[in-house]
């Protein structure tokens, strides 16, 4: 029998994928989860790790146990009996969970699923999916949904579109910095190793470091909570670092909360200048406002404003962090690729157009301005064919995005001089980065 606060975790899993299954994301079901939780922090961690996993895999999953139920579909069982299926099919395969341990944490009130999960474990997949077209086989093979499967093999080689699929499916990278804005950072990386944290010094980013061990102790530090290290993506570094605001210059934000990237900016500028930080909704303007106090930019002017009619002027470089799919997290938000539909991505590109459209027209007559266009996507949609859309409508050169072995997709104009970066290849999340510069 499993200690008491595992056994707890496991049936708070069940509850947190039942709840999955009425959301759009498994990060805000397991928020609610934490909140509500009767289980110590320190056994969260599993909650966390078996819920993820189930979402991560879902497809697969679901494929497997169409399987072995035949006729019956998934609807017609209880969401209590669905989820816990589920659950026992991630633990047998992927975690080599024996099944009395299984049945022992949450099947023992439905002895009736116990022949289903063994046959779910000893069930060949690849015989399996033989017979499937080959995007499908590699859609329920890799855990992706058709349509990414499809649009990564149009624009990558087949090795490698299936090397970033796989990591994808693997842990998450992490990086932390000093806040140079607050004091007492010169002890902060010792105290971080003391606590179990191992760091390690990016080769490409002077203070940045890859977190080898110990994301938990540092997340609960009295260093990370009062906002003197920062948990930063490389890529979201390096945005900000293409954009290259200085000191004296008025530099618009143009979408963004929650602020880490702000927060940056503010501090690529030593406190001379002028940072304006805009977002739509006004609960993100509150967030990214507290944001920046709790990290020392006070003097970030935050607006509630609509990015594409550019209520900004007289800005020398703009961020446009746009709005997207976030395809370039799946390792750490694995429920947003489930959740795309056609639908989704062209509404998504709308806006994305639009705000890029409409801060292109504003600045036309100000040759000299710097927008760097952004996007937390792997999908093309989402970068180079928005830019290449730009060009024909636009005056403005695009720069090159001084990051080696990091060119956009092939096929497109804008291709050799935007930034394409990927987890497979940089060990960051999957970016696009694009740095123009407006012309007579």
Not at 160 to 165: D, F, G, P, T
């Amino acid at each position: 029998m499993p200690r008491e606060p595992e056994r707890i975790a496991h049936l708070e899993t069940l509850e947190a994928l039942e709840a999955y299954d009425k959301s759009a994301s498994v990060r805000s079901v397991l928020r609610v989860q934490d909140r509500d939780s009767k289980i110590s922090t320190g056994a969260r961690p599993i909650m966390h790790s078996l819920t993820l996993g189930v979402v991560r895999f879902l497809n697969t999953i679901d494929f497997i146990l169409l399987k072995i139920m035949g006729s019956k579909p998934l609807s017609k069982l209880s969401p209590h009996e669905r989820s816990a299926m589920r659950l026992a099919v991630y633990e047998s395969r992927w975690l080599r969970t024996p099944l009395e341990v299984i049945s022992a944490n949450y099947l023992g009130s439905m002895p009736h699923l116990l022949p289903l999960i063994s046959s779910a474990l000893s069930l060949d997949l690849q015989k399996s999916i033989r017979n499937l077209k080959p995007i499908e086989r590699l859609s329920i093979s890799l855990a992706h949904p058709s349509f990414i499967v499809k649009t990564l093999l149009d624009n990558l080689p087949r090795a490698e579109a299936i090397s970033l699929m796989e990591h994808n499916n693997a842990g998450h990278d992490y990086y932390v910095r000093a806040n140079a804005l607050k004091s007492g950072t010169t002890d902060m990386f010792s105290s971080l190793a003391n606590s179990g944290a191992q760091l390690r010094p990016d080769p490409d980013v002077q203070g940045l470091y890859r977190v080898n061990r110990g994301i938990e102790s540092i997340v609960g530090s009295n260093e990370f909570r009062d906002g003197t290290v920062l948990i930063q993506d490389k890529a979201s570094v390096l945005t900000v670092m293409v954009l290259n605001p200085r000191p004296g210059e008025t530099v618009w934000d143009a979408c963004a909360s929650p602020g880490m990237k702000t927060q940056l900016i503010y501090e690529f500028m030593k406190g001379s200048g002028r940072v304006t930080a805009t977002d739509i909704y006004s609960n993100r303007v509150r967030m990214g406002r507290d944001r920046s106090r709790l990290l020392g930019c006070d003097a970030v002017e935050w607006l509630q404003a609509d990015a594409s009619r550019s209520p900004v002027v007289g800005a020398d470089k703009i961020l446009i962090d746009a709005p997207c799919t976030s395809t370039g997290v799946l390792r750490s938000h694995p429920s947003f690729k489930w959740r795309l539909n056609k639908a989704r991505l062209l509404a998504i590109m709308s806006i994305q157009n639009k705000i890029l459209d409409g801060v292109l027209t504003a600045y036309a007559d100000k040759p000299g301005t710097e927008i760097v266009y952004a996007t937390c996507s792997l999908l093309p949609h989402e970068g180079e064919s928005q830019i290449d859309s730009a060009m024909t409508r636009h005056r403005f050169e695009l720069l090159q995005v001084p990051v080696p072995n990091s060119p956009g997709y092939p096929s497109f104009k804008c291709s050799q001089k935007v930034c394409r970066l990927f987890p497979h290849k940089h060990a960051t999340s999957g970016f696009f980065i694009a740095h123009l510069q407006i012309t007579r």
